[in-house]
Every structure is written in C-alpha cells, then in structure tokens.
C-alpha cells in the first residue's frame, strides 16, 4: 500500500447536510485551506522518507529562534501546528518545500481523524468509568458515589496498578476511525467528515487515509 500524505485542519464545528432522499446527515466542518509543505524527510539525511506539513500562521514573536530558523530556511511563514507524515520516496518530488496541498480526500473516502478530546477536569469514579455506585435505598445513607474497596487485604496487600479511581477525565489523544468523507468543498478548502470527531471547536486536527476499512464498508455500506 502507497504511503500517501494527510491533511492538517481546524475543527470548526458541527452540522447537518441532507441527502437526495432527505436523510439528515450529522457532519464536522473542517477547515484544510493552508496545509504547507515546510520539510523533507529523506533516506539519505534521516533514514525515512515523510513530509512535514504546517498549518496556521503564527506570529514570529510567539515562537524560539530555532524554529524561527527552521521556517526562514524553507522560505516558509512561521506555523503554529506541524506534523509529519510518512510517505514514498517519489511523493516528495510531487510536493517541493513551500508549495501548498490541495484537498487529497474524494467523496465517499474514509479517514481518520487524530485529536485531542475535551478536558473535563477531575472527576470522580461514576463519570470517569461508570462505576454502578451503591444503591439509593433500602436503608443506605452512606455516601454512595464512591468507588467502594480499592485493596485486597493481605494478599497482595497493595492496589491494583490500573485500578479504576478518580482522576483527571478527558484531554487525551483518541483517533476516530473509518469516517466517510460527506463533501468535499475544495473552493472553500473545507472538508464535511460523516459524525463526530475529538476535539472541541477550534481544535486542531490531523486527517489521514483509513488504516482500517473493512470489507463491508469499501462496498459502500455505512
């Protein structure tokens, strides 16, 4: 299988679009308009070959003198979102340092989508891992949110590493697989991505080639 490049974007938020048969359609707005190629990856110099994408200008006084380096050497804008992709050799000739990628995913296309998911902050066991709680009844009045024993006495006389406790929910980085790409409106640089992706609005994202469709739905089934 061919390693082609993915696509930096913008989550900008959610809506509905309808099919022919008036079927609503969930979608997430993604904004693609800006993907720059800032680096090369090669054999030679790095032991891989991939292509280093910016996204996002950014203001040359927010970032370090070496990566403001980085970007003069490229002849590139400074970005504020840059990640690498690893491709095949004969992909960096398509694509020279400073040129800018064009929308690379059709219709119908699945993709992943890699982001960061929502902080929630600290929650405590019932919301963090949906732990049942003790009952509301029949004579209860401790505390009953709690997540109840967290030791084994004796034996191993210690917590389980693992164990499921509060702590800190959300803010972590999740991959959405197999999305159908809804539209593609390449004039606007805006890619409409079937359901929800991780992340809130604004959040930047990074959109590739599915690893993992199944049979069932290369033949069109959702």
């Known amino acids: 299988m061919k390693l ?15 099919l022919e048969d008036g079927t ?21 110099r790095d032991g891989y070959t991939a292509l280093q994408i910016g996204f996002d200008e950014q203001k040359p006084h927010r970032m370090t003198k070496a990566d403001l380096g980085r ?33 690379a995913f059709a219709e119908g296309q699945f993709v992943d989508v890699i982001g960061m ?22 004579g209860t009045h401790e505390y009953f949110r709690h997540g109840g024993s967290i030791g084994c006495r004796l034996t191993p006389g210690k917590v389980h590493p693992g164990k499921r406790m509060p702590g800190h929910l959300g803010a972590v980085r999740q991959t959405a697989q197999n999305l159908r790409v809804a539209k593609v409106l390449a004039d606007q640089g805006v890619l409409l991505v079937r359901g929800p992706v991780p992340g809130a609005a604004n959040e930047y994202v990074t959109v590739q080639f599915a690893r993992k469709v199944s049979a069932r739905q290369a033949h069109g089934s959702t």
């Open 4 to 18: 082609q490049p993915g696509m930096l974007a913008k989550k900008l938020g959610m809506t509905q679009i309808f």
């Open 24 to 44: 609503r359609v969930p979608v997430t707005v993604l904004s693609v308009r800006g993907n720059t190629v800032v680096a090369h990856r090669t054999m030679e």
């Open 71 to 103: 970007f003069k050497q490229a002849n590139v804008a400074p970005r504020r979102f840059v990640r690498e992709f690893r491709v095949d050799a004969e992909v960096l000739a398509k694509h020279p340092v400073g040129s800018e990628l064009a929308p």
């Open 117 to 138: 998911t929502k902080g929630k902050g600290f929650q405590g066991g019932m919301r963090r891992h949906k732990l049942g709680g003790k009952p509301n009844t029949h």
